[in-house]
């Protein structure tokens, strides 16, 4: 894991700033704290400052790494791991590469010298690279199939610069830094801005499993990968052999560190799996170390779970009280994500990787196992409409209606569930999973945007391309659609950037077994019945896996590393809530009505409306708004 920005000259007169690109890249010096590095190309078309953190072949792989080559040098710039570049590097040493480190850097860079960017389908990991090619004066921006790890370009005045936190772009003079407004519209929507916008004019973000040639072609990221979306049939016991190979294997292709590893260990299934299947691989459970962390409040408490696991796998484990101060957090977390970013479980997972720091470097989690094997309610309820009735659809139609009433505000009580659910019976599928998802409806958004913020956008144009993206793969399930769409929206835009952001702010390398591309190939091809049934998801999964694990593990039901943002934003919270939110700055910016705000806050601070949700991604943005003033 490391960061890096650099700068290409794409058209025009002078040279590519090598020091100000060493300069930028002190901005990524949380992401790489091990080592810092330079390179500015004998041409003067490109520089790159980069900063390491060293988790395999420590002594040697520093970076960017220059070869020569005839007819000019050739520089990488990456982060991530390339896990099968053991295998990669013995085959180019079969066929006469020679190499000076033990590392997966000079392997990515021997595979692009020696295949080009034929290179990537060949490839196992999770990373961001920058490749100058000064043979052709060509650079190459790639990032990997989930979009594990980030980058972010901005094309200004005859060149482009990029890097792995718009922090560091920021630091650039010229740059279009103009609120863009349907960006602003998304993350409104859902929470977030989806690749390839970004919340400014002037930046984007590469999109998951694309590259960008410069110059060249159209000037426009190219795909290189897609998740699969037809269902094939299988039978569970071969299914089952498939699913545990996978895992396994993936499990252990991410062992392989010359630094401790550890295990983020919330007693739910796929972080169990994955602690399970690490204490397989090592032979002696005592030497993994596991985490599990949890607020007072029992609710959001998830340690007495990872303990019940803990125990009867016999790790080295260690429980973390997280004790937050959210008012004097919120304003560190706006820093370090840089664009609004809603997700309220950033917060926990910012204090977690905060505390495991000091006793591994390397961690491993259970991201990707819902979106692979369908475990999200949101799922479930999309494989539900699909087999419903038309009696059925309308009886739970007339019931949400007359339940709507009385149904308590929780947003997590059962009822007010059953409500949600049943809103988007007659809605079209994309909509309907839209529904499931969404921070605001389309209605909730006309009430809350002032009229000179709708007239500089199409209101349903969030919506339209969420749905648009949903129906691209003309899948055969609604269930295989859904995720295939989590997979290309929700998982690179809110889960992977929460996880990367949260866990590059202290060093600590994250990786998660289930976001190997063949697992979650795997999962998304397997028929509806091997994942989910009308008592939940992931079935496969236990089926797979539930003898090396207690029952209750499977039985539990699903909650999400959350936080008690709802009572938080009726206590500590509320004074700033209002400040922020009520100030006349940012009721200036011209984005939404105060009248809407101060009915948002009043109503969910007397209790008659849950906008737990909402009110933090409006915190958010006001917080976010205030630190671009200064």
Same mark, same amino acid.
Request: proline letters at 6%; hydrophobic letters at 45%.
């Given at each position: ?22 300069? @930028? ?63 990669? +590097? ?7 590469? &020679? ?18 960017? !034929? ?30 790890? $980030?980058?972010? /370009? ?42 390839? &916008? ?24 190219? #795909?290189?990968?897609?998740? $699969? ?6 039978? =569970? ?6 699913? +545990?190979?996978?895992?396994?294997? !993936? ?19 796929? #972080? #169990? ?18 985490? *599990?962390?949890? %607020? ?11 303990? =019940? ?52 470097? /390397? ?17 479930? !309820? ?6 419903? #009735? ?14 709507? *009433?009385?149904?308590? +505000? ?48 199409? $209101?349903? !144009? ?71 049934? &009308? ?25 999400? %590393? ?23 700055? %940012? ?24 906008? +737990?949700?909402?009110?933090?991604? @409006? ?12």
């Amino acid at each position: 894991m490391c960061g890096f920005v650099g700068e290409f000259i794409l058209t025009g007169e002078g040279r590519a700033d090598g020091p100000r690109a060493a300069r @930028l890249a002190e901005r990524l010096a949380h992401r790489g704290p091990d080592e810092a590095g330079a390179f500015a190309s004998a041409d003067g078309r490109c520089a790159i400052g980069f900063r390491r953190l060293s988790i395999i072949d420590l002594p040697l792989s520093h970076q960017p790494m220059v070869r020569p080559a005839s007819g000019g040098e050739v520089a990488l710039a990456f982060n991530g791991e390339i896990y099968n570049f053991r295998a990669l +590097r013995a085959e180019l040493a079969a066929a006469g590469e &020679r190499f000076t480190t033990q590392g997966d850097t000079e392997v990515l860079l021997a595979m692009y010298l020696r295949f080009g960017l !034929a290179m990537l389908g060949r490839l196992e990991g999770m990373f961001a690279a920058a490749i100058y090619d000064g043979r052709e004066g060509r650079l190459y921006l790639i990032r990997d199939r989930l979009g594990v790890k $980030p980058l972010w /370009v901005a094309r200004t005045a005859g060149r482009v610069v990029f890097a792995s936190e718009a922090k560091a772009l920021l630091g650039y003079e010229g740059l279009d830094r103009q609120i863009e407004p349907p960006a602003l519209l998304s993350y409104l929507t859902l929470g977030y801005v989806p690749a390839p &916008r970004s919340i400014w004019r002037g930046i984007e973000k590469l999109p998951p499993a694309s590259f960008l040639t410069l110059p060249g072609g159209s000037g426009e990221p190219q #795909s290189w990968w897609t998740p $699969p979306c037809r269902v094939r049939p299988v039978a =569970q016991r071969e299914a089952v052999e498939q699913v +545990r190979a996978a895992v396994q294997a !993936a499990v252990t292709a991410r062992l392989v560190a010359d630094v401790p590893i550890g295990a983020l260990l919330s007693g739910g299934v796929d #972080s #169990s799996i994955v602690t399970a299947l690490m204490c397989q691989a090592a032979g002696e459970p005592r030497a993994v170390k596991t985490f *599990s962390a949890g %607020f007072a409040e029992s609710t959001f408490d998830e340690r007495p779970y990872g303990r =019940q696991v803990a125990e009867f796998l016999g790790t080295e484990h260690r429980e973390l009280l997280v004790q937050a101060d959210a008012a004097a957090l919120i304003d560190k977390l706006v820093a370090q994500y840089d664009e609004p970013f809603a997700d309220s479980s950033a917060l926990p997972t910012y204090l977690l990787c905060q505390a495991i720091r000091p006793h591994v470097k /390397v961690a491993l989690g259970g991201d990707g196992g819902d979106e692979a094997f369908g475990g999200y309610d949101r799922h479930r !309820a999309m494989w539900l409409t699909q087999h419903m #009735s038309a009696t059925k659809t309308l009886l739970a139609t007339a019931a949400a209606m007359l339940a709507d *009433s009385f149904a308590p +505000r929780d947003e997590k009580s059962p009822l007010r569930r059953f409500v949600r659910f049943a809103r988007g019976l007659d809605a079209p599928p994309a909509l309907r999973y839209l529904g499931y998802r969404a921070l605001f409806t389309l209605e909730q958004l006309d009430g809350l945007m002032t009229d000179e913020f709708a007239e500089q956008i199409a $209101p349903t !144009a969030a919506r339209d391309a969420f749905a648009e993206l949903y129906e691209a793969g003309e899948c055969d399930t609604e269930l295989s659609a859904a995720q295939r769409h989590d997979v290309l929206d929700y998982l690179p835009n809110d889960l992977l950037v929460k996880a990367d952001i949260a866990s590059m702010a202290h060093g600590l390398e994250l990786r998660s077994p289930f976001l190997d591309p063949r697992v979650i190939e795997l999962g998304l091809s397997l028929p509806d019945e091997l994942k989910v049934s &009308r008592r939940g998801g992931k079935r496969i999964l236990a089926a797979a896996f539930g003898h090396l694990l207690p029952a209750a593990v499977f039985r539990r039901r699903k909650t999400g %590393f959350g936080v008690p943002l709802g009572d938080w934003l009726k206590g500590p919270l509320l004074p700033m809530l209002r400040q922020t939110l009520l100030d006349q700055s %940012f009721i200036d910016t011209g984005w939404v009505k105060r009248t809407a705000l101060e009915h948002l806050i009043d109503s969910h601070a007397a209790g008659k409306a849950d906008h +737990r949700h909402r009110l933090w991604a @409006l915190l958010w943005l006001g917080r976010w708004a205030q630190r671009q003033e200064k």
